[in-house]
Nanobody, 118 residues
Framework: EVQLVESGGGLAQPGGSLRLSCAAS????????MSWVRQAPGKGLEWVSS????????YYADSVKSRFTISTDNAKNTLYLQMNSLEPEDTAVFYC???????????WGRGTQVTVSS
């Protein structure tokens, strides 16, 4: 059974940091494309970042470039998102997604809430 379980969300102040984790099981994590996707209140899904686990190539939305860093630990089958310089506009439910190169969003976690507020 495929499982993606996010953790690490919470409340942060503007300018603060959070680190999200996504524990994966049930598929070949080390050869997958892993992504973070978020949904702000009242808005649709927004792609945030992706990483090719086998090559560590990374990609970012312009809105988070230079503030967020995506990474993986293939030994632990875990995806991370280090979020720095958080802004109120980053408030959203963050989802972990994974799959193959042709179908990178086959699997989804249940999401973790990130709230940025003073």
């Amino acid at each position: 059974e495929v499982q993606l379980v996010e953790s690490g969300g919470g409340l942060a102040q503007p300018g603060g940091s959070l680190r999200l984790s996504c524990a994966a099981s049930g598929f070949t994590f080390s050869s997958s494309v892993m992504s973070w996707v978020r949904q702000a209140p009242g808005k649709g899904l927004e792609w945030v970042s992706s990483i090719y686990s086998h090559s560590s190539n990374t990609y970012y939305a312009d809105s988070v470039k230079s503030r967020f860093t995506i990474s993986t630990d293939n030994a632990k089958n875990t995806l991370y998102l280090q979020m720095n310089s958080l802004e109120p506009e980053d408030t959203a439910v963050f989802y972990c997604a994974g799959g193959g190169c042709a179908t990178p969003y086959d699997y989804w976690g249940r999401g973790t809430q990130v709230t940025v507020s003073s």
